[in-house]
T-cell receptor
């Protein structure tokens, strides 16, 4: 069975600090997909990134970067120079479906608090 | 504007009553999903549908029912058999095909049963 673990329940940092959110996953498949979502206080999930298991290149998008390491089954998310608007709950998720339309398995989320 | 709508945003019901949560999408996605979120928990899959008139149970389907009569709509009924119905319910949709695609989420419905 697949599983996603986000061990950090809550992280609090001061604005402009860098912060890394950890995500460890378990799966028996060789083909799988990993996702990060942001849930602001409004409640709606916002898609951030999708990565497939064959692409281990790290990705950078503005202040956001993702480090995918198959050797440690991790897909960590770093926010550089954090801002108050980054405060939210962040979820890591996994899909094993090659067909593409099954549901996602989510971690329990990390509540990120950016203090001004 | 394309997107997913869920109504209402807040819903209150008495214990023992069935309640139906609405989900509509105009993104032309084939697949639709229902998730439940409890405080401090991740999202758990209730039901999903990859095509009209077909749907599959997720991890926590007991006490819930769905229908998919139209591509755009995927209503969820929380029945009186659901032991702990109070939760935040999120609907999502996504494309189908080779590979797994990101799902797009609606604003959610917060259901309180007393």
């Amino acid at each position: 069975a697949q599983k996603v673990t986000q061990a950090q329940t809550e992280i609090s940092v001061v604005e402009k600090e860098d912060v890394t959110l950890d995500c460890v996953y378990e799966t028996r498949d060789t083909t799988y997909y990993l996702f990060w979502y942001k849930q602001p206080p409004s409640g709606e999930l916002v898609f951030l990134i999708r990565r497939n298991s064959f692409d281990e290149q790290n990705e950078i998008s503005g202040r956001y970067s993702w480090n995918f390491q198959k050797s440690t089954s991790s897909f960590n998310f770093t926010i550089t120079a954090s801002q108050v608007v980054d405060s939210a709950v962040y979820f890591c998720a996994l899909s094993e479906a090659f067909g593409g339309a099954d549901g996602l398995t989510f971690g329990k989320g990390t509540h990120l608090i950016i203090q001004p | 504007d394309g997107g997913i709508t869920q109504s209402p945003k807040y819903l209150f019901r008495k214990e023992g009553q069935n309640v139906t949560l609405s989900c509509e999408q105009n993104l032309n996605h084939d697949a639709m999903y229902w998730y439940r979120q409890d405080p401090g928990q991740g999202l758990r899959l209730i039901y999903y549908s990859q095509i009209v008139n077909d749907f599959q149970k997720g991890d926590i389907a007991e006490g819930y029912s769905v229908s998919r009569e139209k591509k755009e709509s995927f209503p969820l009924t929380v029945t009186s058999a659901q032991k702990n119905p109070t939760a935040f319910y999120l609907c999502a949709s996504g494309p189908t095909g080779t590979g797994a695609y990101e799902q797009y989420f609606g604003p959610g419905t917060r259901l309180t049963v007393t």
